[in-house]
């Protein structure tokens, strides 16, 4: 459906959980947090649910993720059930990679259409740094896993934050070797990401020109998201940028958001929205959850402001409760 601003928005990001086995430090505290109980969480039911009535609005793909999508029991349920329904196109999964190995086979016989795995070291004691959990070896099972399914569309996420220069040409070239999109995003001040160092895209495009050559734009791999594409001599595969900050692109901004609680958030840094989880414990109907979506996307922000240092004002939420 279109917004005020004339955009089509036809992407929804559902957060299955806001829990996590890892926790970056970009992310989350040390000491975790204190965890919302199941009660307050939107049931695999009210999910679905929720995804058809998006789906009768135009919405055509749907992403899961979390927290940690694959920490919560049923997410190929969750994914079967979504593809069900009809004007669904594509569901897709961002995930650590830590579980994808064992969960792969049942998600893809859900109908997962592709994943997107994050990974921002190679290094197993950087990896244990950033990550505060010792699990490189099975993130990258994870990958591995997904590299092994034919035709299967698989995207890496790198955050450059400084602490991994040295791993970003490595990380890159796994899209020399295979046949994937190597992403780079540029750290966002959301939450704990606002306290944390950020490489632009123009910094990581230095380092990556200065070892594989002159960058040559090309498509996006799969179209309607926000990043700008380049490849290098030699690549099967691509390298993108998600970059929020230096190449802002509010303007083309086709997804909003459903937090783990089922509030319906329509920009990443605002907490304009409405609260779905509330009209379904009150019994609304099909027709009041629509309205109340309309009017949420109706009303999404123009774009966010957040290299106007203006950005205390905004989401202080980090994106494990967000939905990333
Ligand atoms: N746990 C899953 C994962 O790590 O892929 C899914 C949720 S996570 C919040 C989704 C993505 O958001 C990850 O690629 C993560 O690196 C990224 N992310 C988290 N905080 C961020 C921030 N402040 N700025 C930019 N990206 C961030
Ligand atoms: Fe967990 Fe993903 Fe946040 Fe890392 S970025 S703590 S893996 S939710």
Redesign the pocket.
Known sequence: MLDNHNRNIDYLRI?VTDR?N?R?T??MPPEGVGWIPHSAILTVAEMIRLSRLFAEMGFRRIRL?????LVRKGVAQIVRGIKGIPGIEKVTL????VLLAEQLPALLDAGLDGV???L?TLDRAQFAAIARRDELHRALAGIHAALAVPGFNIKL???PSGENDAQLVPIAALAKDHNVAVRF??????????T?HRRTQAEVLAMLEESFGGAIACQQPDGGGPGEYVTFAGFQGKVGF?S?MTHKFCHNCNRVRLSATGFLKTCLQYETGADLKALLNAGASDDTLRAAIAQAIAQKPASHHFSEHRETEGETR???Q???
């Open positions: 957060s996590c890892l970056c970009y992310c993720t979390g927290g940690e999508p961002t995930t650590n990679g997107n795995i994050s921002d996420n790198c955050v995003i540029e750290m966002m001040p959301i939450g704990l990401g606002g944390q998600i929020a980090n994106m494990h967000i939905g990333g």
